[in-house]
Structures are given as structure tokens and as C-alpha cells.
């Protein structure tokens, strides 16, 4: 069984930081792509950074140049830098990684982490 817990949310005032974690642990073989998605009150669930197991990034147009995420292969770890945050960036915040255990790849999620910008 694989859980990802994060960490990290909180409220932070307009151009503020935060930095999220997320930590796969149970029984890994490797950990391809980790990604962070976010989800507002109403909205869809968008993508917010990815990161392959080579360490290549992509972010969302509206998170480029602020949001960094970054990973630790030892720890099976992957960070969620947030500098100058908006109000807009208000969200659950969730981990996503694929996953390889026995022979089996799967897409796992995160329960979430509430990040709250206020103006």
C-alpha cells in the first residue's frame, strides 16, 4: 500500500511564501512523474508544476517564474516552492506521483493541503 501525506499549507497574506511536501511511503519500485494539482471552491482540479524522475519541470502559465517544484529521489519527496502568492492561489493543494510497485504502475493522490491567501 502507497500513501502520499503532505504538509506545508497554511494562510500567508498576499506576497508571502509557503513552501508544500510530499512524501510517498509503503512498498516503491520507482516513482515516475510527481506532480502538484490544485482545486478552488467550485472549480476544476488544474495542474499546477510536474517534475519527471529526470528532474524536468513544467508549471502552469499562472504559477511560472513564482512557484519552483523540486524533488528528493532518497526521500521520495516532492516540494512545492510558493513565493510571491496571490489571492488567487487560494486552494487545496494535492501531491499526485506515478507510481511503481510490484510491476504495477499506478497514479496516486494526496488527501490535500489547504493553502489560503488572503489580500
Known amino acids: 500500500q502507497v500513501q502520499l501525506v503532505e504538509s506545508g499549507g497554511g494562510l500567508v497574506q498576499a506576497g508571502g511564501s509557503l513552501k508544500l511536501s510530499c512524501v510517498a511511503s509503503?512498498?516503491?519500485?520507482?516513482?515516475?512523474?510527481m506532480s502538484w494539482y490544485r482545486q478552488a471552491p467550485g472549480k476544476q482540479r488544474e495542474l499546477v508544476a510536474t517534475i519527471t524522475s529526470s528532474g524536468n519541470t513544467n508549471y502552469a502559465d499562472s504559477v511560472k517564474g513564482r512557484f519552483t517544484i523540486s524533488r528528493d529521489n532518497a526521500k521520495n519527496a516532492v516540494y512545492l516552492q510558493m513565493n510571491s502568492l496571490k489571492p488567487e492561489d487560494t486552494s487545496v493543494y494535492y501531491c499526485?506521483?506515478?507510481?511503481?510497485?510490484?510491476?504495477?504502475?499506478?497514479?496516486?493522490w494526496g488527501q490535500g493541503t489547504q493553502v489560503t491567501v488572503s489580500s
Open positions: 499526485n506521483a506515478l507510481i511503481q510497485t510490484t510491476g504495477i504502475v499506478t497514479n496516486y
Open positions: 509503503g512498498t516503491i519500485f520507482t516513482i515516475n512523474h
